[in-house]
């Protein structure tokens, strides 16, 4: 399994039920996660041993799973965490106290766990019997904090957020009752509320409504108390077209992917038609009980943002920029008027310590001009030779908005690779760009520049502009680079437009895990479901051939929730866990009087088969078993082998 497909998880208890609501999620994503469990209760020893299982699979997503009241000096865990330097998602589980505060690299689930309270989380028994301290409902409310933090860090993430207005940002119709007629009811004042919140970590805001536009004004100019207000939208499509055309005008005017929006819409019909028009925008249909609609947008994992970076909270000012850039690109002739006009400035610099999140993002999300579709951690940055880039002109700053990777090799500077903001691109940036790698080849004394291409379905701008230059490249012709004549790197290429085909964002029903797995008894009884159906559709031939085995099977039954497990079968593949164990080898005990050692658990594969044959030793006079042993010792090798060949 590559270690890119493995989540591995330490704790400090027995944690190995999170598996199952796990595996539930990473079947429901089509991801092709193995779950790998550090060794029991050794936390500080998997974040500092260099071979320790975090350090084993570097590229895997590490889990800290933390009860509160065990973790210690809370200094030497920031520390150890810090110290590990990959990001580590870390679930500080339910014991008398909180955690410590974060370490830079640690992704705190603190919030998402605040949105599958569990009322009794604690299982005392099952803890006294294997240091399991928490109920299936917590496990399943666990598991799904992991899966949803996990993607938030994968999904390409959505930048625009297209919202109706009639009965979506107020109740009522502005056009029948009046923009004085509408109002602003609780589950709208939280829409409008979480919008903003939403806008403030980056995303766009736009409308996207059937509406007289003069209505739609009017109404926000007399409703003061709406927390958003007209200006908060980056565009707007007001009139009586229908949606979808109006969300590709709007994604053609900000030069972004339709892939990238969501549509938020009460009316299923208009949801309906936005995706016959425009299948790659992600629409939600609100629910029809108003009442519903906060609890049903907390739940909507397209919406969450696990890390948010300076830039994220500029991105509004920026794309307002971006338009007036627009605007002027528009009025002049050719490419050199526009950038004199611009009067554009570009720094570029070394990598600092406070640009390390950003540049690490800029690798996670840009496509198009992206050389070689690196994607980096923060740490892997800061191990990097790299430099940024920060652009400015008229209309305000861009902030950062590029960075290069450099390695050597032999007389050639490689560019590792070269990224670029959509927002900076047919600005010739990119150009300045080659020509710095230029000057420090020179400053190097090395001879040539290689900038290698790897093509990607949405990186054309990218394989134009390495298509153009020389090969081979020298570093004096690098240094020497000037911006192309207008039109060589349009602002926005149809396949800006389009979705990404490797995009899975589209495939997932984010509103039917919002409406239907938005609490932990929902999600544990659609993970049992979904083990009883896998069950049923298993043919078993391996059927129970003993009265022991025809018991042991009925409790195996019981404790897995499957039907007919095979006498063969391990009792992990059939979805079993630490807990379950341990709650199956004491209804052994109940029922057949016996005392299994959970030793049996770890020496191999536990069957039904296996247990059987535990239970019969266990069962054996003492007296007989010794008689037993001693004509074993008296066998040859080679009767010993034939009377294993028998059995």
């Known amino acids: 399994m590559p270690e890119q497909n493995r989540i591995v998880i330490a704790a400090n208890f027995t944690a190995d039920p999170i598996a199952e609501t796990l595996h539930f999620w990473i079947r429901r994503f089509g991801w092709a996660d193995d779950i790998v469990f550090a060794p029991y209760n050794q936390v500080f020893q998997t974040l500092l041993d260099p071979n320790g299982a975090f350090a084993a699979n570097p590229e895997a997503a590490h889990v800290l799973l933390l009860r509160s009241d065990r973790v210690g000096s809370e200094a030497d865990l920031r520390s150890a965490i810090a110290s590990f330097g990959k990001p580590v998602l870390v679930a500080y589980c339910p014991g008398p106290t909180s955690g410590p505060d974060p370490a830079p690299n640690e992704l705190r689930l603190d919030a998402l766990q605040a949105l599958y309270p569990v009322a009794e989380p604690f299982d005392p028994h099952s803890e006294q019997l294997g240091d399991v301290p928490y109920t299936p409902q917590y496990f399943a409310a666990l598991g799904t904090v992991v899966a949803r933090a996990l993607h938030a860090r994968r999904m390409r993430p959505f930048k625009v957020i297209a919202l109706d207005c009639d009965n979506t940002l107020w109740n009522g119709t502005c056009g029948e009752d009046g923009p004085l007629g509408v109002q602003l009811d609780e589950p709208r004042r939280f829409l409008q509320t979480f919008m903003r919140e939403q806008r403030e970590a980056g995303m766009l805001l736009a409308i996207a409504s059937k509406n007289n536009e003069a209505d739609v004004v009017e109404t926000f100019s007399v409703h003061p108390e709406m927390p958003l207000r007209l200006d908060d939208f980056i565009a707007r499509r007001i009139n009586w077209d229908s949606k979808a055309l109006g969300l590709t005008s709007i994604a053609e005017e900000l030069s972004l992917g339709l892939d990238s929006f969501l549509l938020i819409d009460d009316s299923p019909k208009e949801i309906a038609e936005a995706a016959a028009g425009c299948p790659e925008v992600l629409g939600l249909e609100l629910p029809q ?41 528009r009025q002049t002739g050719n490419l050199e008027e526009f950038l004199r006009e ?14 390390i999140p950003r540049v690490a993002q800029l690798t996670q999300r840009t496509n198009q001009m992206n050389t070689t579709l690196l994607r980096k951690t923060e740490q892997e940055v800061r191990d990097s030779e790299c430099w940024t880039v920060d652009v400015s002109d008229r209309f305000g700053s861009y902030g950062l908005v590029g960075a290069m ?37 020179l400053e190097n004394g090395l001879q040539t520049v290689r900038v290698p291409i790897v093509k990607g379905p949405r990186n054309q701008p990218a394989q134009d502009l390495v298509g153009g230059l020389p090969a081979p490249l020298t570093a004096r012709e690098c240094a020497e680079l000037k911006p192309r004549s207008a039109g060589s790197t349009p602002v926005a290429s149809r396949e800006a437009i389009v979705a990404d085909p490797t995009s899975g ?8 895990i919002a409406r239907d797995l938005n609490n932990p008894s929902q999600i544990l009884e659609a993970v049992r479901a979904e083990k009883r159906s896998r069950a049923a559709e298993r043919s078993s031939t391996q059927q129970p051939r003993t009265d022991l085995e025809r018991q042991l099977a009925a409790l195996w039954a019981e404790a897995l929730q499957v039907s007919a ?20 080898f004491s209804s052994v005990r109940q029922e057949l009087g016996v005392e299994l050692s959970m030793d049996l658990v770890y020496t191999g594969k536990l069957t039904i088969s296996g247990m059987a044959a535990a239970v019969e030793l266990a069962q054996a006079d003492p007296e007989e078993m010794d008689r037993l042993m001693a004509e074993i010792d008296n066998l040859s090798e080679e009767e010993l082998r034939a009377l294993l060949a028998e059995e």
Request: proline share 3%.
């Open 505 to 512: 964002s589209g495939r997932i029903d984010y509103a039917a």
């Open 289 to 329: 009980n108003p009442a519903r609609i906060p609890h049903f947008l907390e739940h909507v994992w397209a919406f969450d943002h696990l890390k948010v970076t300076e830039e994220d909270r500029l991105r509004n000012a920026s794309y307002v920029q971006q338009l007036e850039r627009g605007r002027l690109e």
């Open 405 to 441: 990777f450099f390695s050597s090799d032999g007389d050639a500077l490689v560019i590792d690779a070269l990224l670029l903001s959509c927002r900076a691109l047919g600005r010739g940036v990119e150009y300045r760009m080659l020509a710095r790698a230029g000057e420090l080849a």
């Open 342 to 355: 611009l009067k554009l400035e570009v720094h570029l610099q070394p990598a600092s310590g406070a640009q």
């Open 565 to 584: 497990p095979g006498i063969h079968e391990d009792f992990f593949d059939l979805g079993g866990h630490s807990l379950l164990a341990v709650q199956l």
